[in-house]
């Protein structure tokens, strides 16, 4: 069984989605959880039921993360998993897309998630394992999805820089890459009940598997990459998307 007995674990945007998931997944793991959110009662609610702690800090904002390490190192010290997945979801054409889109998307889902391991590496421990969120949209050309895209695509070649300049300290950096998973993220997103409906029905229809994934499947592979069962994996992107990624031709 992959443990995470006594290993402190941070799961940043850990109050909903595949970060709560992920908590609950290592919490059962034996980990002491740190999720963090941008909302105050969305964190202490989430840290409540899952039993674990929370700390407010806004990936986008440079000065938060800051801070969020210094509250870590305070009051749990070093930290041996870094679970890098909040991030928010956007979607225009190019023609109508925007500056305040492009900044908005990139602030949290690239330059975010780039400074929190930029400004979590003092306090990783030897060994350590990071895994970043990243999206089979990194990959894919759906409409709509240019900067959501380049901004997951960003955190795969980080990924790879990353893995290379942390091995002397055995530090691991991997990414994960779902496909569409059921989370609150598409509520999020301004769509009404009715349009989330008939996305989630072309989402499944395109998936081999014919279903979107639940955020839990998505938990198990963070959790078995975060753990020593994967200790000679580093510099990898996972895909877990029911199969999308196989694009087939026909059937
Ligand atoms: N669901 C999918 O189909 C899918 C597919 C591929 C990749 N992903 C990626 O998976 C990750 C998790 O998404 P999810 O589907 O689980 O969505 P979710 O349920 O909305 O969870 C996202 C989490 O990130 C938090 N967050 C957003 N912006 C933040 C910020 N500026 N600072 C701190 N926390 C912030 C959210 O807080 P609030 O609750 O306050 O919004 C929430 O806790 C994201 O990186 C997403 O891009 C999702």
Do not use: C, W
């Not at 800051?66 to 679970?83: S, T």
């Not at 580093?234 to 998307?241: H, L, R």
């Amino acid at each position: 069984m992959n443990t995470l007995n006594n290993k402190t674990v941070i799961i940043t945007g850990g109050n909903s989605g595949i970060g709560y998931a992920t908590a609950q997944e290592m919490k059962a793991r034996g980990a002491n959880v740190i999720i963090t959110g941008r909302n105050q009662a969305a964190v202490t609610k989430a840290a409540s039921e899952l039993g674990v702690n929370g700390l407010v800090a806004d990936q986008g904002d440079l000065k938060a993360i800051d801070k969020l390490v210094a509250d870590v190192k305070a009051q749990h010290g070093n930290v041996d998993v870094l679970f890098i997945n909040a991030g928010i979801g956007a979607f225009l054409p190019l023609h109508v897309a925007d500056e305040a889109h492009f900044d908005s998307i990139m602030n949290v889902n690239f330059k975010g998630a780039y400074f929190t391991l930029n400004k979590f590496l003092p306090i990783l421990n030897e060994g350590a394992s990071v895994i970043f969120l990243s999206s089979v949209s990194a990959t894919t050309g759906m409409p709509g999805s240019s900067v959501y895209s380049a901004s997951k695509a960003a955190l795969n070649s980080l990924v790879k820089v990353a893995s290379s300049e942390l091995a002397a300290k055995k530090i691991r950096v991997n990414a994960v890459s779902p496909g569409p998973i059921q989370t609150p993220i598409f509520g999020k997103m301004g769509m009404d009940e009715a349009t989330q409906q008939g996305m989630a029905e072309t989402f499944s229809n395109r998936v081999p598997l014919k279903r979107m994934g639940q955020a839990h499947e998505v938990a198990k592979l963070v959790t078995f990459l975060a753990g020593s069962d994967a200790q000679f994996i580093t510099g990898a992107d996972y895909v877990v998307d029911g199969g999308v990624g196989v694009n087939a031709l026909m059937g």
